[in-house]
């Protein structure tokens, strides 16, 4: 479903969100001086309390984009239909981020936008970022201690290696407006030194992502999920 057009990738994700019953919840949220928007998909929960989950769908035009960042943004709408079976606690938004390659525009957008008491309630963001080159690692430096040991016994119960891989110096994503609006966060990737060259260059296309890690990042993510609706407060 990879496409090199943006506007088609909007059209994907808002496709799949609708195909999995988040037609109804479905919005978009308009980035200034950029054609296309966030794509926010949300799942009500008994309780205003927010869990965020995002990717961004932008990408440099150098590939087609595949693993950064269209890997976590397109695996947002599986994971909403991963918990929208089951009773939950939390709201959680899915959030598709625009304009993440030029200064994490769609994300900053998103923060500025919310209203105080919306802010408040957010309890977590949880940022999947260029999934599928290895088994899933985290950004151990940037994430929320609590978040990251509930990462850590998840990740361990299925079967999973906790891998801890920073990018401080090499990169950023949407977590950083989160966190500095005083929000938990933590950031699932698969991006090490031997992987790094894959993105912003040609070799970032389909043939990059292993399916078995990919798969592996899916059953890390949605049970992790679940997992933080019964954690949190």
């Known amino acids: ?8 990738r909007k059209s994907t994700l808002e496709s799949l969100f609708t195909e999995v019953g988040c037609g109804e919840h479905l919005a978009e949220q308009p980035v200034h001086g950029l054609k296309e928007p966030n794509i926010v998909c ?18 440099i035009d150098r ?3 595949t693993v950064d960042d269209w890997s976590g943004a397109v695996l947002l709408p599986s994971l909403y239909q991963s918990l929208e079976a089951s009773p939950r606690r939390h709201r959680f938004e899915f959030v598709a981020f625009d304009w993440e390659e030029n200064g994490l525009g769609g994300s900053r957008k998103f923060v500025d936008n919310l209203p105080r008491e919306e802010r408040t309630n957010i309890r977590a963001m949880i940022n999947l970022e260029c999934l599928g080159l290895t088994p899933p690692e985290v950004w151990v430096s940037r994430a929320d201690k609590r978040l ?18 920073n990018v401080d110096g090499v990169g950023d994503d949407d977590s950083h407006p989160f966190l500095n609006a005083g929000i938990p966060v933590l950031t699932i990737h698969s991006v090490t030194t031997e992987t790094l060259h894959i993105l912003h260059s040609p070799a970032d296309n389909l043939q990059a992502i292993h399916p078995d890690y990919y798969y592996a990042a899916y059953r890390i993510a949605a049970t992790y999920l679940a997992y933080l609706d019964g954690l949190l407060d």
């Open 1 to 8: 479903m990879v496409t090199r057009k943006q506007a088609e």
């Open 42 to 59: 949300t799942l009500e929960g008994e309780e205003p309390q927010t869990i965020v989950v995002g990717g961004h769908y932008d990408f």
């Open 63 to 65: 590939g087609t984009g």
């Open 148 to 165: 990251l040991n509930a990462y850590a016994s998840v990740t361990r119960s299925l079967g999973f290696a906790v891998i801890g891989a």
